[in-house]
């Protein structure tokens, strides 16, 4: 089982880990069905809202944050010549699009939500308040932070480990592509070797690219875990937020319990 000695950790008698109130980090660009022209595929989208839905029916506090990767990334914009902080600016309106379809979803069957946005937008979400999240939590709405941090040249990694600090989660989960950290990017070095734990230094100083370094720099400087893991099983989701052991986990020691 994860990290124990964590003060975060709330474990049973039975050794199972249980978390409180977590912070779920899902890929943008797993919100598209590979191949498809569609950015955004209501079946997988449906999916996903179905594994919060059950997790939070056992009593999880869950807040999302989503990634923009499905429709633009600003990096990539700027590299073919556009002003970054204008290509951040339009990824961060992704996002907005995202956490407003997870939010469809989510009400469809029932859950209780509200999207904050980063950058106002009062017709379509509320501000970003971190009061009003916190108790949107304890009230057990699901809240979507939407439109990352608000400012460019940040990504929606780091929007995940500060919005999980100031709502006081106790993990980050990074629902992604790839089923945890590896010593190189598995996408490129097949031989590349997955850990089970690693300590936030070690991801840094590796430069491991999972994550990027303000992100794992704040959830190391808040004691706030990562678990990295592959939102591509089927299940995945649900199961790691109520507990099973998966992907990598990233913390100060980089041992489990
Ligand atoms: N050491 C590594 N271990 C695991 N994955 C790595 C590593 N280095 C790079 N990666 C890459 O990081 C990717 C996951 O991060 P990425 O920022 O691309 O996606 P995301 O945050 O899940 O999605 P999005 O940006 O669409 O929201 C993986 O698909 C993998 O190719
Ligand atoms: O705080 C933030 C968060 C995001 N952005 C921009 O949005 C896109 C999409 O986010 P991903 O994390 O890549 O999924 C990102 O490329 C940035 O351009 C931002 O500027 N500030």
């Known amino acids: 089982m994860y ?3 964590n003060p975060h950790y709330m ?3 039975t050794g199972t880990r249980k978390f409180r109130r977590v912070l ?6 797993a919100l598209r069905e590979p191949g498809s022209t569609d950015n955004i595929s209501p079946p997988i989208v449906e999916d ?3 594994q919060i839905k059950a997790a939070h029916q056992t009593g999880l506090e869950i807040a999302v944050v989503v990634g923009g990767g499905n429709f633009w990334r600003g990096v990539s914009a700027s590299n073919k010549g556009m002003e970054r902080a204008t290509a951040d600016y339009m990824g961060m309106l992704a996002t907005v699009m995202n956490s407003l379809a997870l939010q ?3 009400e469809a069957m029932d859950v209780p939500t509200r999207v904050q946005s980063a950058i106002e937008m009062k017709n379509v979400a509320e501000p970003f308040i971190r009061r009003v ?3 949107h939590l304890e009230l057990g ?3 979507i932070f939407a439109a990352g941090t608000g400012n460019p040249f940040f990504s929606t990694d780091t929007t995940a480990a500060l919005r999980a600090s100031e709502v006081g989660a106790d993990c980050v989960f990074k629902a992604t592509k790839v089923d945890g950290i590896y010593c190189s990017d598995p996408n490129k070095n ?6 089970d734990t690693i300590s936030f230094h070690d991801c840094l100083t590796k430069q491991l690219k999972v994550m990027d370094a303000t992100a794992f720099s704040l959830c190391m400087e808040n004691n706030m875990p990562i678990i990295v893991f592959s939102m591509n099983e089927p299940d995945n989701i649900r199961r790691a937020l109520v507990g099973e052991s998966m992907g990598t986990l990233v913390n100060a020691s980089g041992k489990d319990a």
């Open 104 to 106: 469809s979803m989510l």
């Open 11 to 13: 474990g049973d008698h």
């Open 133 to 135: 999240a916190t108790r």
């Open 3 to 5: 990290d124990v000695s």
């Open 141 to 143: 709405r699901v809240v």
């Open 190 to 195: 097949p031989d590349a070797v997955r850990f």
């Open 48 to 50: 996903i809202a179905a």
């Open 24 to 29: 779920l980090k899902l890929s943008g660009e």
